[in-house]
């Protein structure tokens, strides 16, 4: 199996897990997102972040309600962690980072913060809630926070219910082009 493949098994095998309160699943959240990122003129890494930003939810064994539970799973750190064997910083750092860009965006933009949709509202208490200001430019100046900004607007975007879009394929060649050198152990 490609590493491309690999990749992909995780949301054709596990893609219609619901996506925490919302009315699209973890599959078509992902194509979403990745579409808004590649409509917005993002280049390849960006976009494969995008597309695979919630990874962690996927490959973690919490449960599909783990939120209504009242744990914050950490997906992005498990996300980021697991897709690094894969991918460099350029796609796993906006990764990493965007539930702290929520809470960078909501210290920022009020808008944002009450267009959440309800779900992404209640993660965000479990997340820590909007950033106080010192926490807020320290944020902005870190690596790629800027794209994980980004991504998390997207991200907030791509919940719309029966949207029509292009299948995973259509990202199969960004997802290829990202790929770290393969080492012998491949
Ligand atoms: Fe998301």
Redesign the pocket.
């Known amino acids: 199996m490609s590493r491309v493949d690999e990749i992909f098994a995780a949301y054709l095998n596990k893609g219609s897990r619901a996506?925490g309160g919302e009315r699209v699943n973890q599959l078509e959240?992902?194509i979403q997102?990745a579409l808004l990122a590649e409509q917005s003129g993002a280049d390849a890494p960006l976009i494969v972040a995008s597309l695979l930003?919630?990874f962690g939810?996927l490959v973690h064994n919490f449960g599909e309600d783990v939120f209504s539970r009242g744990l914050d799973d950490r997906h992005e750190i498990i996300g980021a962690g697991k897709l690094s064997a894969f991918f460099g910083d350029a796609v796993t750092m906006p990764i990493k980072l965007?539930v702290d860009a929520k809470r960078y965006l909501c210290a920022i933009d009020h808008a944002y913060q009450n267009n959440l949709s309800p779900a992404s509202t209640w993660s965000l208490k479990l997340q820590g809630g909007p950033f106080a200001a010192a926490e807020r430019d320290e944020f902005i100046k870190r690596p790629f926070a800027a794209d994980a900004a980004n991504l998390r607007r997207w991200?907030?975007s791509?919940k719309q219910f029966g949207l029509l879009t292009p299948n995973l394929e259509h990202f199969r060649k960004h997802v290829q082009a990202c790929l770290i050198v393969a080492t012998e152990h491949d």
């Open positions: 996506y959240h992902a997102t930003h919630d939810h965007h991200d907030e791509a």
